[in-house]
């Protein structure tokens, strides 16, 4: 069915239900009172528009390249499109910087360096040592930038700064969580912020899905 005859269909449909009351109503519909007959052809039309919504709106299926995880990294330095970037597929290094516009000026690094894979939230600096070779080192982004892709932070690495920007943590509550990986050296997984005080079951869940911790 077209869209154009669809649309015939509807003004159609609309026509006969402003004048069903001057229209001929069948034998079978004499039974039900004049609000019955109002309710049945109201819930007609509803069931009509919803079956064209479900035909002509119901959305295709994602690809596969749509359900990959997007992986975000950010370079600075020595690249001549400083930024942040968006993948796929898990890039190595080489693709970044041909991404990023490429280096500044010709220079050597390690062939190693530039095949290494890299992982969502990465921050890659090159900075030039001399005006033949260039030093890559890789870091981790900003705690603002990670929380606007949805990266979860590491709980081993956040600052206080980094853990007041998430909603629900003051810089009370983020005082504790530092005293507490302070105490234990470190975070041996999200659960242990169930331990924090000042954290029960429902604020734990809430804050999960801000963190990780890396092995």
Known sequence: MRISELKEKLKSF?????????????????YFSADQQKFLFIFGFFILVAVCLQFYYHSPPRSSEELTQEIVVEVSGEVRNPGI?????????????????????????????????????????????????????????????????????????????????????????????????EKRKAFASVDDLKNVKGIGEKKWSDLRRYFTVEK
């Not at 609309?14 to 004499?30: E, M």
């Not at 890559?136 to 929380?147: S, T």
């Not at 590491?154 to 009370?172: K, M, S």
Request: one cysteine or more; charged letters at 25%.
């Open 85 to 181: 970037q968006i993948f796929h597929h898990s890039p190595i290094l080489q693709e970044c910087i041909e991404k990023g516009g490429g280096l500044k000026d010709a220079a050597f690094f390690a062939p190693d360096s530039s095949s290494e894979v890299l992982e969502t939230g990465t921050l890659v600096t090159i900075k030039k040592e001399s005006p033949q070779e260039i030093k890559v080192r890789l870091g981790r982004m900003e705690a603002r930038k990670l929380l606007v892709f949805s990266i979860p932070l590491d709980l081993n690495r956040v600052t206080l700064e980094d853990l007041c920007l998430i909603p629900g943590i003051g810089e009370p509550l983020a005082r504790e969580i530092l005293t507490f990986r």
């Open 14 to 30: 609309f026509s006969f239900f402003n004048l069903y009351s001057a229209l001929r109503i069948p034998h079978s519909f004499r």
